[in-house]
Protein backbone atom coordinates (compact mmCIF):
# COMPACT_ATOMS: atom_id res chain seq x y z
CA UNK A 1 0.00 0.00 0.00
CA UNK A 2 1.73 3.24 -1.62
CA UNK A 3 1.29 6.30 1.01
CA UNK A 4 -0.76 7.99 -1.84
CA UNK A 5 -3.59 5.26 -1.90
CA UNK A 6 -3.61 5.28 1.70
CA UNK A 7 -4.22 9.18 1.53
CA UNK A 8 -6.55 8.62 -0.86
CA UNK A 9 -8.50 6.25 0.94
CA UNK A 10 -8.70 7.75 4.35
CA UNK A 11 -9.93 10.97 2.45
CA UNK A 12 -12.55 9.07 0.52
CA UNK A 13 -13.60 7.61 4.36
CA UNK A 14 -13.72 11.11 5.42
CA UNK A 15 -15.99 12.56 2.88
CA UNK A 16 -18.34 9.27 3.37
CA UNK A 17 -18.72 9.76 6.73
CA UNK A 18 -19.43 13.37 5.68
CA UNK A 19 -21.47 12.71 3.27
CA UNK A 20 -23.57 10.54 5.29
CA UNK A 21 -23.70 13.26 8.02
CA UNK A 22 -24.85 15.65 5.93
CA UNK A 23 -27.36 13.62 4.42
CA UNK A 24 -28.73 12.99 8.05
CA UNK A 25 -28.08 16.42 9.63
CA UNK A 26 -30.00 18.76 6.61
CA UNK A 27 -33.43 17.99 7.06
CA UNK A 28 -34.69 18.99 10.56
CA UNK A 29 -37.81 16.83 10.46
CA UNK A 30 -41.79 18.15 11.30
CA UNK A 31 -41.75 20.69 13.83
CA UNK A 32 -42.95 20.53 17.05
CA UNK A 33 -47.05 20.88 17.32
CA UNK A 34 -47.57 20.58 13.40
CA UNK A 35 -50.14 17.50 12.44
CA UNK A 36 -49.37 15.27 9.76
CA UNK A 37 -50.74 15.80 6.44
CA UNK A 38 -49.11 12.32 4.94
CA UNK A 39 -49.50 9.33 7.55
CA UNK A 40 -46.59 7.52 6.06
CA UNK A 41 -48.85 3.98 5.20
CA UNK A 42 -50.86 5.81 2.48
CA UNK A 43 -52.57 8.18 0.94
CA UNK A 44 -55.55 8.87 3.11
CA UNK A 45 -56.61 12.35 3.23
CA UNK A 46 -55.77 13.24 -0.32
CA UNK A 47 -57.30 12.80 -3.68
CA UNK A 48 -56.14 13.60 -7.28
CA UNK A 49 -58.12 16.72 -8.85
CA UNK A 50 -60.27 15.63 -11.58
CA UNK A 51 -60.39 18.89 -13.52
CA UNK A 52 -56.43 19.88 -13.31
CA UNK A 53 -55.04 20.34 -16.96
CA UNK A 54 -51.78 18.38 -15.67
CA UNK A 55 -53.83 15.10 -15.88
CA UNK A 56 -56.49 13.19 -13.62
CA UNK A 57 -55.16 9.74 -13.78
CA UNK A 58 -51.62 9.95 -12.53
CA UNK A 59 -51.35 7.03 -9.41
CA UNK A 60 -49.40 7.97 -5.56
CA UNK A 61 -47.64 4.93 -4.33
CA UNK A 62 -46.45 4.70 -0.93
CA UNK A 63 -43.35 3.18 0.52
CA UNK A 64 -41.14 2.87 3.41
CA UNK A 65 -42.97 6.39 4.43
CA UNK A 66 -42.06 8.03 1.13
CA UNK A 67 -44.78 9.23 -1.01
CA UNK A 68 -44.18 8.31 -4.78
CA UNK A 69 -46.31 10.42 -7.72
CA UNK A 70 -46.10 9.28 -10.58
CA UNK A 71 -47.35 10.16 -14.39
CA UNK A 72 -49.83 7.62 -16.08
CA UNK A 73 -50.64 7.19 -18.76
CA UNK A 74 -47.51 8.69 -20.81
CA UNK A 75 -47.24 12.19 -20.16
CA UNK A 76 -50.44 12.65 -18.09
CA UNK A 77 -49.29 13.93 -14.09
CA UNK A 78 -52.05 15.79 -11.94
CA UNK A 79 -52.34 17.18 -8.79
CA UNK A 80 -52.71 15.51 -5.20
CA UNK A 81 -54.75 17.63 -2.88
CA UNK A 82 -55.62 17.28 0.63
CA UNK A 83 -59.32 16.79 1.05
CA UNK A 84 -59.20 19.69 3.62
CA UNK A 85 -58.92 23.38 2.86
CA UNK A 86 -56.61 25.57 5.30
CA UNK A 87 -56.62 29.68 5.43
CA UNK A 88 -53.64 30.30 7.65
CA UNK A 89 -50.73 27.91 8.17
CA UNK A 90 -47.18 26.42 7.87
CA UNK A 91 -46.62 24.06 6.03
CA UNK A 92 -43.32 21.60 6.20
CA UNK A 93 -42.34 18.56 4.03
CA UNK A 94 -39.44 17.07 2.51
CA UNK A 95 -39.16 16.62 -1.13
CA UNK A 96 -37.01 14.60 -3.59
CA UNK A 97 -37.60 15.16 -7.06
CA UNK A 98 -35.99 13.60 -10.03
CA UNK A 99 -33.47 15.95 -12.18
CA UNK A 100 -35.14 17.89 -14.67
CA UNK A 101 -38.76 16.93 -13.03
CA UNK A 102 -41.38 20.04 -13.19
CA UNK A 103 -43.23 20.03 -10.02
CA UNK A 104 -44.51 22.03 -7.60
CA UNK A 105 -46.52 22.86 -3.97
CA UNK A 106 -49.94 24.71 -4.41
CA UNK A 107 -51.30 26.35 -1.64
CA UNK A 108 -54.57 27.72 -1.34
CA UNK A 109 -55.50 25.31 -4.18
CA UNK A 110 -59.09 24.98 -5.90
CA UNK A 111 -60.13 21.54 -6.88
CA UNK A 112 -59.37 22.60 -10.33
CA UNK A 113 -55.63 23.86 -9.42
CA UNK A 114 -55.64 27.43 -9.51
CA UNK A 115 -53.09 28.27 -6.89
CA UNK A 116 -50.21 29.92 -5.32
CA UNK A 117 -47.45 28.16 -6.14
CA UNK A 118 -43.39 27.07 -4.90
CA UNK A 119 -42.05 26.29 -8.38
CA UNK A 120 -39.97 22.82 -7.55
CA UNK A 121 -37.64 21.95 -10.30
CA UNK A 122 -33.78 20.92 -10.31
CA UNK A 123 -31.90 22.33 -11.89
CA UNK A 124 -34.41 25.55 -11.98
CA UNK A 125 -36.86 28.15 -10.37
CA UNK A 126 -37.21 25.74 -7.24
CA UNK A 127 -38.81 28.31 -4.58
CA UNK A 128 -40.26 30.75 -6.55
CA UNK A 129 -43.25 31.90 -5.68
CA UNK A 130 -45.46 31.96 -8.93
CA UNK A 131 -49.56 31.89 -9.83
CA UNK A 132 -50.95 28.82 -11.12
CA UNK A 133 -54.30 29.78 -13.02
CA UNK A 134 -53.75 32.69 -10.67
CA UNK A 135 -51.98 36.12 -11.15
CA UNK A 136 -49.93 37.59 -7.82
CA UNK A 137 -50.51 41.27 -7.65
CA UNK A 138 -47.12 42.68 -7.10
CA UNK A 139 -45.57 40.64 -4.45
CA UNK A 140 -43.12 43.01 -2.46
CA UNK A 141 -39.85 40.77 -1.19
CA UNK A 142 -39.06 41.94 2.29
CA UNK A 143 -35.92 41.66 3.24
CA UNK A 144 -32.54 39.35 1.82
CA UNK A 145 -33.60 36.26 -0.61
CA UNK A 146 -31.17 33.91 -0.71
CA UNK A 147 -30.00 31.58 -3.68
CA UNK A 148 -31.11 28.55 -3.88
CA UNK A 149 -28.11 26.70 -4.93
CA UNK A 150 -26.61 27.71 -2.58
CA UNK A 151 -29.11 25.41 0.04
CA UNK A 152 -30.80 22.82 -2.22
CA UNK A 153 -28.76 19.67 -2.22
CA UNK A 154 -29.29 17.90 -5.39
CA UNK A 155 -30.10 13.70 -4.89
CA UNK A 156 -31.22 14.27 -1.07
CA UNK A 157 -34.21 14.64 0.60
CA UNK A 158 -34.57 18.55 1.36
CA UNK A 159 -37.08 20.48 3.49
CA UNK A 160 -39.63 22.75 2.57
CA UNK A 161 -41.41 25.12 5.34
CA UNK A 162 -44.10 27.84 4.32
CA UNK A 163 -45.82 30.17 6.65
CA UNK A 164 -48.49 31.59 4.66
CA UNK A 165 -51.00 34.11 6.49
CA UNK A 166 -53.54 36.60 6.35
CA UNK A 167 -56.33 36.85 3.21
CA UNK A 168 -53.74 39.17 1.43
CA UNK A 169 -51.11 36.49 2.04
CA UNK A 170 -47.60 37.39 3.52
CA UNK A 171 -45.76 34.17 2.70
CA UNK A 172 -42.32 32.88 3.38
CA UNK A 173 -39.92 30.36 2.25
CA UNK A 174 -37.50 28.13 4.34
CA UNK A 175 -35.55 25.47 2.64
CA UNK A 176 -32.94 23.30 4.61
CA UNK A 177 -34.06 25.17 7.44
CA UNK A 178 -32.71 28.68 5.87
CA UNK A 179 -35.20 31.63 5.73
CA UNK A 180 -35.08 32.11 1.46
CA UNK A 181 -37.87 34.88 1.50
CA UNK A 182 -40.37 36.65 2.52
CA UNK A 183 -43.16 38.51 0.53
CA UNK A 184 -46.01 40.69 1.06
CA UNK A 185 -49.26 40.58 -1.11
CA UNK A 186 -51.46 43.69 -1.58
CA UNK A 187 -54.59 41.62 -2.39
CA UNK A 188 -56.01 38.32 -2.41
CA UNK A 189 -55.66 37.03 -5.64
CA UNK A 190 -57.84 33.62 -4.99
CA UNK A 191 -60.16 33.27 -8.15
CA UNK A 192 -63.88 34.48 -7.53
CA UNK A 193 -62.97 35.96 -3.87
CA UNK A 194 -62.15 32.67 -2.04
CA UNK A 195 -59.83 33.03 1.16
CA UNK A 196 -58.03 29.43 1.69
CA UNK A 197 -57.95 26.37 -0.41
CA UNK A 198 -56.17 23.10 -0.57
CA UNK A 199 -52.72 22.11 -0.02
CA UNK A 200 -51.54 20.59 -3.70
CA UNK A 201 -48.56 18.18 -4.75
CA UNK A 202 -47.90 19.44 -8.74
CA UNK A 203 -46.95 16.66 -11.11
CA UNK A 204 -46.46 18.56 -14.33
CA UNK A 205 -47.90 17.08 -17.60
CA UNK A 206 -45.26 16.29 -20.42
CA UNK A 207 -47.47 15.34 -23.75
CA UNK A 208 -50.84 16.23 -24.69
CA UNK A 209 -53.53 12.86 -26.28
CA UNK A 210 -52.32 13.40 -29.60
CA UNK A 211 -49.76 15.66 -32.07
CA UNK A 212 -52.83 17.70 -33.62
CA UNK A 213 -53.02 19.43 -30.16
CA UNK A 214 -49.13 21.24 -30.10
CA UNK A 215 -47.02 18.11 -30.06
CA UNK A 216 -45.13 19.99 -27.08
CA UNK A 217 -42.95 18.10 -25.00
CA UNK A 218 -42.13 19.29 -21.53
CA UNK A 219 -39.53 16.16 -20.01
CA UNK A 220 -39.18 12.77 -19.86
CA UNK A 221 -42.43 11.24 -18.81
CA UNK A 222 -40.73 8.49 -16.61
CA UNK A 223 -39.75 10.73 -13.63
CA UNK A 224 -41.49 11.06 -10.26
CA UNK A 225 -41.99 13.25 -7.01
CA UNK A 226 -40.91 12.16 -4.01
CA UNK A 227 -42.31 13.57 -0.70
CA UNK A 228 -42.25 12.98 3.17
CA UNK A 229 -43.32 14.38 6.60
CA UNK A 230 -45.98 15.90 5.41
CA UNK A 231 -47.17 18.16 8.42
CA UNK A 232 -48.98 21.20 8.58
CA UNK A 233 -49.54 23.93 11.84
CA UNK A 234 -53.12 26.01 10.55
CA UNK A 235 -52.89 29.71 12.38
CA UNK A 236 -56.00 30.70 13.96
CA UNK B 1 -96.99 9.96 -59.16
CA UNK B 2 -97.85 13.36 -56.55
CA UNK B 3 -99.71 11.23 -54.20
CA UNK B 4 -97.21 8.74 -53.86
CA UNK B 5 -94.58 11.35 -53.00
CA UNK B 6 -96.55 12.92 -50.46
CA UNK B 7 -97.29 9.36 -49.10
CA UNK B 8 -93.26 8.14 -48.94
CA UNK B 9 -93.19 12.01 -46.96
CA UNK B 10 -96.12 10.65 -44.46
CA UNK B 11 -93.93 7.28 -43.82
CA UNK B 12 -90.58 9.00 -43.43
CA UNK B 13 -92.03 11.56 -41.22
CA UNK B 14 -93.97 8.97 -39.06
CA UNK B 15 -90.70 6.84 -38.76
CA UNK B 16 -88.36 9.90 -37.81
CA UNK B 17 -86.25 9.59 -40.66
CA UNK B 18 -87.29 13.08 -41.74
CA UNK B 19 -85.04 16.31 -41.20
CA UNK B 20 -87.81 18.29 -40.78
CA UNK B 21 -86.90 20.13 -37.71
CA UNK B 22 -85.81 23.73 -37.59
CA UNK B 23 -81.92 24.15 -37.68
CA UNK B 24 -82.21 26.15 -35.05
CA UNK B 25 -85.44 26.91 -32.20
CA UNK B 26 -85.46 29.47 -29.20
CA UNK B 27 -87.83 28.86 -26.33
CA UNK B 28 -89.93 30.04 -23.67
CA UNK B 29 -86.96 31.67 -21.50
CA UNK B 30 -84.55 32.65 -24.15
CA UNK B 31 -82.53 29.73 -24.63
CA UNK B 32 -81.56 28.85 -28.14
CA UNK B 33 -80.60 25.73 -29.31
CA UNK B 34 -78.79 24.22 -32.27
CA UNK B 35 -79.85 21.11 -34.27
CA UNK B 36 -77.54 18.51 -34.27
CA UNK B 37 -77.38 15.61 -36.94
CA UNK B 38 -77.23 12.12 -36.24
CA UNK B 39 -73.60 10.89 -36.42
CA UNK B 40 -70.58 9.01 -35.76
CA UNK B 41 -67.25 9.71 -34.27
CA UNK B 42 -63.70 8.30 -32.53
CA UNK B 43 -63.33 8.66 -28.42
CA UNK B 44 -60.75 7.74 -26.39
CA UNK B 45 -58.01 8.51 -28.96
CA UNK B 46 -54.69 8.32 -27.26
CA UNK B 47 -51.16 8.97 -29.07
CA UNK B 48 -49.00 10.86 -27.40
CA UNK B 49 -46.33 12.90 -29.43
CA UNK B 50 -42.99 12.22 -28.13
CA UNK B 51 -39.82 13.74 -28.58
CA UNK B 52 -37.33 12.69 -31.98
CA UNK B 53 -33.41 13.06 -32.22
CA UNK B 54 -32.97 16.12 -34.21
CA UNK B 55 -32.47 15.92 -37.81
CA UNK B 56 -28.48 16.41 -38.51
CA UNK B 57 -29.49 17.53 -42.31
CA UNK B 58 -32.20 19.79 -40.90
CA UNK B 59 -31.15 23.93 -41.65
CA UNK B 60 -30.58 26.14 -38.21
CA UNK B 61 -33.88 27.53 -36.94
CA UNK B 62 -34.59 30.70 -38.26
CA UNK B 63 -36.04 33.23 -35.89
CA UNK B 64 -39.47 33.05 -37.46
CA UNK B 65 -39.61 29.10 -36.34
CA UNK B 66 -39.14 30.47 -32.66
CA UNK B 67 -42.62 30.12 -31.97
CA UNK B 68 -42.54 26.38 -32.90
CA UNK B 69 -39.00 25.62 -30.25
CA UNK B 70 -39.81 23.73 -27.85
CA UNK B 71 -41.50 21.30 -29.48
CA UNK B 72 -40.07 18.01 -28.87
CA UNK B 73 -43.07 16.16 -30.21
CA UNK B 74 -42.96 13.36 -33.34
CA UNK B 75 -42.60 15.43 -36.78
CA UNK B 76 -42.54 18.91 -34.30
CA UNK B 77 -39.40 20.29 -34.80
CA UNK B 78 -36.57 20.82 -31.47
CA UNK B 79 -37.37 20.61 -27.53
CA UNK B 80 -34.58 19.45 -25.00
CA UNK B 81 -32.24 17.30 -26.24
CA UNK B 82 -32.04 13.06 -24.96
CA UNK B 83 -29.50 10.71 -25.24
CA UNK B 84 -30.10 7.97 -27.46
CA UNK B 85 -31.03 5.80 -25.48
CA UNK B 86 -34.29 8.11 -23.72
CA UNK B 87 -35.15 8.76 -27.33
CA UNK B 88 -35.40 5.14 -27.86
CA UNK B 89 -37.06 4.57 -24.44
CA UNK B 90 -39.65 7.62 -25.25
CA UNK B 91 -40.69 6.50 -28.44
CA UNK B 92 -41.23 2.88 -26.84
CA UNK B 93 -43.65 3.86 -24.03
CA UNK B 94 -45.59 6.71 -26.25
CA UNK B 95 -46.34 3.60 -28.39
CA UNK B 96 -47.19 1.56 -26.05
CA UNK B 97 -49.36 3.78 -23.99
CA UNK B 98 -50.95 4.54 -27.47
CA UNK B 99 -54.46 3.47 -27.98
CA UNK B 100 -56.58 3.88 -31.35
CA UNK B 101 -60.43 4.82 -29.71
CA UNK B 102 -63.46 3.26 -30.37
CA UNK B 103 -66.46 4.42 -32.52
CA UNK B 104 -69.30 6.46 -31.19
CA UNK B 105 -72.82 6.72 -33.34
CA UNK B 106 -75.16 8.66 -32.51
CA UNK B 107 -78.27 7.79 -33.54
CA UNK B 108 -80.73 10.46 -33.14
CA UNK B 109 -81.09 14.13 -33.95
CA UNK B 110 -80.96 16.64 -31.08
CA UNK B 111 -80.97 20.25 -30.15
CA UNK B 112 -78.25 21.47 -27.75
CA UNK B 113 -77.85 24.87 -26.38
CA UNK B 114 -75.91 27.13 -28.31
CA UNK B 115 -74.41 28.84 -25.28
CA UNK B 116 -74.20 27.38 -21.66
CA UNK B 117 -77.16 27.93 -19.40
CA UNK B 118 -76.62 32.02 -18.43
CA UNK B 119 -77.39 33.46 -15.31
CA UNK B 120 -80.41 35.18 -17.04
CA UNK B 121 -81.80 31.97 -17.54
CA UNK B 122 -81.41 30.52 -14.58
CA UNK B 123 -82.59 32.78 -12.57
CA UNK B 124 -85.89 32.77 -15.13
CA UNK B 125 -86.41 29.28 -14.06
CA UNK B 126 -85.27 28.87 -10.62
CA UNK B 127 -85.69 32.57 -9.31
CA UNK B 128 -82.17 32.44 -7.49
CA UNK B 129 -78.61 32.59 -8.77
CA UNK B 130 -76.06 30.38 -6.96
CA UNK B 131 -73.23 32.62 -9.26
CA UNK B 132 -69.68 33.65 -8.00
CA UNK B 133 -69.68 36.17 -10.80
CA UNK B 134 -71.86 38.53 -10.50
CA UNK B 135 -72.62 41.92 -9.16
CA UNK B 136 -69.06 43.38 -8.55
CA UNK B 137 -67.39 40.52 -9.09
CA UNK B 138 -67.77 40.98 -13.23
CA UNK B 139 -67.09 44.47 -15.00
CA UNK B 140 -70.52 43.89 -17.61
CA UNK B 141 -73.25 42.20 -17.66
CA UNK B 142 -73.69 39.21 -15.73
CA UNK B 143 -76.89 37.94 -16.52
CA UNK B 144 -75.30 37.09 -20.13
CA UNK B 145 -72.37 35.18 -18.10
CA UNK B 146 -73.29 31.55 -17.64
CA UNK B 147 -74.34 30.48 -14.55
CA UNK B 148 -71.95 29.20 -12.44
CA UNK B 149 -71.27 27.23 -8.47
CA UNK B 150 -74.15 24.55 -9.62
CA UNK B 151 -73.65 21.09 -8.67
CA UNK B 152 -75.04 17.93 -10.85
CA UNK B 153 -77.95 17.84 -8.35
CA UNK B 154 -78.82 21.60 -9.20
CA UNK B 155 -78.59 21.12 -12.74
CA UNK B 156 -80.97 18.49 -12.67
CA UNK B 157 -83.22 20.50 -10.88
CA UNK B 158 -83.07 23.45 -13.84
CA UNK B 159 -84.12 20.70 -16.22
CA UNK B 160 -86.62 19.64 -13.56
CA UNK B 161 -88.24 23.22 -12.90
CA UNK B 162 -87.83 23.80 -17.65
CA UNK B 163 -89.72 20.88 -18.06
CA UNK B 164 -92.75 22.20 -16.23
CA UNK B 165 -92.37 25.32 -17.12
CA UNK B 166 -93.64 24.38 -20.37
CA UNK B 167 -95.08 21.48 -19.25
CA UNK B 168 -92.73 18.90 -21.50
CA UNK B 169 -90.24 16.11 -20.87
CA UNK B 170 -88.11 16.93 -23.73
CA UNK B 171 -85.15 18.95 -21.61
CA UNK B 172 -82.52 17.34 -20.07
CA UNK B 173 -78.44 17.45 -19.92
CA UNK B 174 -76.30 15.42 -22.52
CA UNK B 175 -75.13 12.31 -22.44
CA UNK B 176 -71.22 12.31 -22.75
CA UNK B 177 -71.01 11.24 -26.20
CA UNK B 178 -74.10 13.92 -27.38
CA UNK B 179 -71.55 16.59 -25.55
CA UNK B 180 -68.38 15.50 -27.19
CA UNK B 181 -70.24 14.72 -30.58
CA UNK B 182 -71.61 18.13 -30.72
CA UNK B 183 -68.04 19.83 -29.05
CA UNK B 184 -66.12 17.63 -32.05
CA UNK B 185 -68.57 19.12 -34.66
CA UNK B 186 -67.39 16.85 -37.07
CA UNK B 187 -63.29 17.10 -35.88
CA UNK B 188 -61.26 13.84 -35.81
CA UNK B 189 -58.11 15.35 -34.79
CA UNK B 190 -57.74 17.00 -31.09
CA UNK B 191 -58.24 21.17 -31.89
CA UNK B 192 -54.74 22.51 -32.24
CA UNK B 193 -54.14 25.70 -29.50
CA UNK B 194 -54.12 28.03 -32.06
CA UNK B 195 -57.92 27.10 -32.59
CA UNK B 196 -58.42 26.79 -28.62
CA UNK B 197 -57.08 30.28 -27.85
CA UNK B 198 -59.82 31.76 -29.99
CA UNK B 199 -62.62 29.77 -28.97
CA UNK B 200 -62.27 29.03 -25.74
CA UNK B 201 -62.26 31.47 -22.73
CA UNK B 202 -59.09 29.14 -21.39
CA UNK B 203 -55.88 29.67 -21.58
CA UNK B 204 -52.70 29.38 -18.98
CA UNK B 205 -52.96 32.66 -16.40
CA UNK B 206 -54.96 34.17 -19.48
CA UNK B 207 -58.69 34.78 -17.41
CA UNK B 208 -59.55 34.97 -14.22
CA UNK B 209 -63.56 35.17 -14.26
CA UNK B 210 -66.30 33.75 -16.55
CA UNK B 211 -67.02 35.99 -19.33
CA UNK B 212 -69.99 36.73 -21.18
CA UNK B 213 -71.75 33.74 -23.44
CA UNK B 214 -70.59 33.25 -26.97
CA UNK B 215 -67.45 36.18 -26.60
CA UNK B 216 -65.45 33.88 -28.32
CA UNK B 217 -65.68 32.40 -32.37
CA UNK B 218 -67.89 29.38 -32.55
CA UNK B 219 -67.32 25.69 -33.19
CA UNK B 220 -67.85 24.25 -37.42
CA UNK B 221 -71.83 24.08 -36.21
CA UNK B 222 -72.15 27.36 -34.38
CA UNK B 223 -72.01 26.24 -30.93
CA UNK B 224 -69.92 28.69 -28.70
CA UNK B 225 -68.02 28.02 -25.73
CA UNK B 226 -68.11 24.19 -25.94
CA UNK B 227 -64.54 24.42 -25.05
CA UNK B 228 -63.61 27.36 -21.78
CA UNK B 229 -65.65 29.68 -19.80
CA UNK B 230 -67.51 27.16 -17.91
CA UNK B 231 -66.88 23.37 -17.56
CA UNK B 232 -70.10 21.63 -18.35
CA UNK B 233 -72.20 18.90 -16.61
CA UNK B 234 -73.10 15.75 -17.88
CA UNK B 235 -75.40 13.02 -17.60
CA UNK B 236 -72.77 10.03 -17.06
CA UNK B 237 -71.15 8.68 -14.12
CA UNK B 238 -67.43 9.15 -13.99
CA UNK B 239 -65.05 6.17 -14.67
CA UNK B 240 -62.19 6.90 -12.72
CA UNK B 241 -60.15 6.92 -16.51
CA UNK B 242 -58.75 8.86 -18.90
CA UNK B 243 -61.04 8.54 -21.23
CA UNK B 244 -65.27 7.08 -21.36
CA UNK B 245 -65.65 3.34 -21.87
CA UNK B 246 -67.56 2.44 -24.86
CA UNK B 247 -70.76 1.91 -22.47
CA UNK B 248 -71.01 4.26 -19.47
CA UNK B 249 -70.77 3.37 -15.85
CA UNK B 250 -74.25 2.58 -14.36
CA UNK B 251 -73.33 4.18 -10.86
CA UNK B 252 -70.34 6.20 -9.46
CA UNK B 253 -69.08 8.86 -7.23
CA UNK B 254 -69.18 11.76 -9.33
CA UNK B 255 -70.39 13.07 -12.38
CA UNK B 256 -68.45 14.00 -15.91
CA UNK B 257 -67.71 17.10 -16.19
CA UNK B 258 -66.47 18.35 -20.36
CA UNK B 259 -64.85 21.30 -21.88
CA UNK B 260 -62.68 23.29 -19.38
CA UNK B 261 -63.88 26.33 -17.48
CA UNK B 262 -62.01 29.72 -17.85
CA UNK B 263 -58.99 28.66 -15.73
CA UNK B 264 -58.68 25.56 -17.74
CA UNK B 265 -55.46 25.33 -19.84
CA UNK B 266 -54.81 24.53 -23.85
CA UNK B 267 -53.91 21.40 -22.46
CA UNK B 268 -57.24 20.39 -21.31
CA UNK B 269 -59.98 22.51 -22.76
CA UNK B 270 -60.57 20.42 -25.56
CA UNK B 271 -63.54 17.60 -26.72
CA UNK B 272 -61.41 14.73 -25.73
CA UNK B 273 -60.94 15.85 -21.71
CA UNK B 274 -62.89 13.32 -19.64
CA UNK B 275 -62.86 14.78 -16.17
CA UNK B 276 -65.36 14.70 -13.00
CA UNK B 277 -66.76 16.81 -10.58
CA UNK B 278 -66.71 18.63 -8.30
CA UNK B 279 -64.39 21.45 -10.21
CA UNK B 280 -63.85 24.57 -8.49
CA UNK B 281 -67.29 25.84 -8.14
CA UNK B 282 -66.59 29.24 -9.89
CA UNK B 283 -66.42 27.67 -13.09
CA UNK B 284 -68.62 24.68 -12.93
CA UNK B 285 -72.16 24.92 -15.31
CA UNK B 286 -73.69 23.37 -17.74
CA UNK B 287 -76.14 23.44 -21.07
CA UNK B 288 -78.77 21.60 -21.92
CA UNK B 289 -80.02 19.17 -24.48
CA UNK B 290 -83.74 19.21 -26.02
CA UNK B 291 -85.29 15.88 -27.66
CA UNK B 292 -86.67 15.93 -30.82
CA UNK B 293 -90.74 15.75 -30.76
CA UNK B 294 -91.90 12.38 -32.27
Known amino acids: MN ?39 NADGWHWSRTV ?43 L ?14 EGGSAYQIELVRPGNTGALLGEQLRITQPKYVGERVDVNTVWKDGEWNSMRVRMVGEAPRITLWINGTKMWEVETPKNDQIGGFYGGMIGLQLHWTATYT ?9 LPWLVQRFRNIAIKEIK | MRRSAVTLVT ?71 YTPEQYARLEAMAKAASAPGFSVTLPRAFYIGKYEVTQAQWKAVMKTNPSIFQGDRVTDDADRHPVDNVTWEDAQT ?54 VVGSRKPNAWGLYDMQGNVWEWVQDY ?33 PATHAAGPGSKFDVGFRIVRDLKR
Open chain 1, 3 to 41: QRWKLGAIAAAALATLASSVATAQVEGIPQGFTRLFNGR
Open chain 2, 158 to 211: FVRRLNALEKTSVYRLPTEFEWEYAARAGEEADTPWTVIRERAVAGYNSFFSTQ
Open chain 1, 53 to 95: HHGTTAVAKVSDGVLTLEPYPYGQGGLLLTDKSYKDFELYLEA
Open chain 1, 97 to 110: PDPAFNSGIFLRST
Open chain 2, 238 to 270: YNEKLFADPTPPRSGKVRVLKGGGFAADVKNAI
Open chain 1, 211 to 219: PGAGGFSMG
Open chain 2, 11 to 81: LLAAAGALPAQEPAVTNSVGMELVLIQPGSMVVGRFQPPYPVPPDPNAAPPSPAAGAAAGRGGRGGGRGPS
